[in-house]
Nanobody, 119 residues
Framework: QVQLRESGGGSVQAGGSLTLTCTVSGYRISTKDVGWFRESPGKERSLIASINVRGGYTRYDDSVKGRFTISQNNGDHTATLQMNNLNPEDTAIYYC????????????WGQGTQVTVSS
């Protein structure tokens, strides 16, 4: 059974940093793409970063490019999202998700973790 679990959310002041970790089980993390999504009140859940199993190619939404970094550790079955220079607009529930290679939609989801950035 594929399971994903986020950790590392919390509250931080603007300009600060947080690291989110997604721990996966039920499959080898190296066999599926991983993405980080976020959802804030009044906005749809959107993909902000992803890492592709085919060569480790990464992609970022413009809103986080240059501030967030996605990475994957096959040894401990985790994917991380390093978030730097946070601002209040980054306040949201953050979700990690996984999809099979060549699929467009992410089929496997964690429960989400809250990130709150105060000014």
């Amino acid at each position: 059974q594929v399971q994903l679990r986020e950790s590392g959310g919390g509250s931080v002041q603007a300009g600060g940093s947080l690291t989110l970790t997604c721990t996966v089980s039920g499959y080898r993390i190296s066999t599926k793409d991983v993405g980080w999504f976020r959802e804030s009140p009044g906005k749809e859940r959107s993909l902000i970063a992803s890492i592709n199993v085919r060569g480790g190619y990464t992609r970022y939404d413009d809103s986080v490019k240059g501030r967030f970094t996605i990475s994957q550790n096959n040894g401990d079955h985790t994917a991380t999202l390093q978030m730097n220079n946070l601002n209040p607009e980054d306040t949201a529930i953050y979700y990690c998700a996984a999809r099979d290679p060549l699929e467009y939609h992410f089929s496997y989801w964690g429960q989400g973790t809250q990130v709150t950035v105060s000014s």
